[in-house]
């Protein structure tokens, strides 16, 4: 695939895959923060809405005037919760191999243009603690390539690093309960408008070059 400037089109879909994984990882800071004393007085619902609008804007959710209380996060500020948030756009990157089937005005990114990609992603900090994620890059690529479906993109290694590395995090209580259950959900669609908006974004590219 062809693009006026390649080095610029990749380093725009790399950090669009970072900050996807930067807005994800706030959004479920929120979600913990508001199951607390505001449950009933904001609708978890919103906060996905409005975290889903635009899943690179990573102060969407700031921008309502809801303030993070890190005092109300308490189980979430330790180095092991941080790293999190490299797991996270790492769990986006090694599905970039999926983006070989998507057909733009300019034809299909090649293997080589894909790799440069994540590349660009890692090299911004991403990464796989102790192998958490099952899934890695060269094993998308072959099940892309096979035409094998790529397993649905799911909350269980957010779950299992939990219940594993946070232990203050999956203890029964409304809040985590709460937070593991939304989980589900939110990850899900996270990974579904990434798919979208890179797809979108794969086309304008094109449409330009």
Same mark, same amino acid.
């Given at each position: ?11 725009? $879909?790399? +950090? ?12 479920? &800071?929120? =979600?913990?923060? @508001?199951? *607390? ?58 599905? $970039?191999? +999926? ?12 293997? &080589?243009? =894909?790799?440069? @990609?994540? *590349? ?58 709460? $937070? ?30």
């Amino acid at each position: 695939m062809e693009f006026l400037s390649e080095r610029t089109a990749f380093t725009l $879909l790399s +950090e669009m895959v970072v900050k996807a994984g930067v807005s994800l990882f706030n959004s479920v &800071k929120y =979600i913990y923060m @508001i199951s *607390d004393k505001d449950f009933y007085n904001i609708n978890i619902k919103d906060i996905i809405k409005i975290a889903l609008n635009n899943i690179t804007d990573t102060a969407a959710l700031h921008n309502t005037g809801i303030k993070l209380d890190k005092e109300r996060c308490t189980e979430m500020n330790s180095p092991e919760y941080e790293r999190v948030l490299s797991l996270m756009v790492y769990s986006f990157a090694v599905r $970039l191999p +999926e983006l070989k089937n998507i057909k733009t005005q300019g034809g299909y990114l090649n293997d &080589k243009q =894909i790799k440069t @990609i994540y *590349d660009m992603v890692i090299a911004k900090g991403a990464g796989n603690f102790e192998n958490v994620i099952s899934l890695d890059y060269e094993e998308v690529r072959r099940m892309v390539k096979s035409g094998k479906p790529v397993p649905t993109y799911d909350a269980e290694w957010f779950k299992g690093y939990i219940y594993t590395y946070v232990p203050a995090l999956a203890a029964i209580t409304n809040k985590n309960l709460l $937070l593991l259950g939304s989980a589900d959900i939110l990850f899900t669609l996270f990974h579904s408008c990434l798919e979208e908006e890179l797809t979108r974004v794969l086309n304008a590219l094109a449409a330009k070059a």
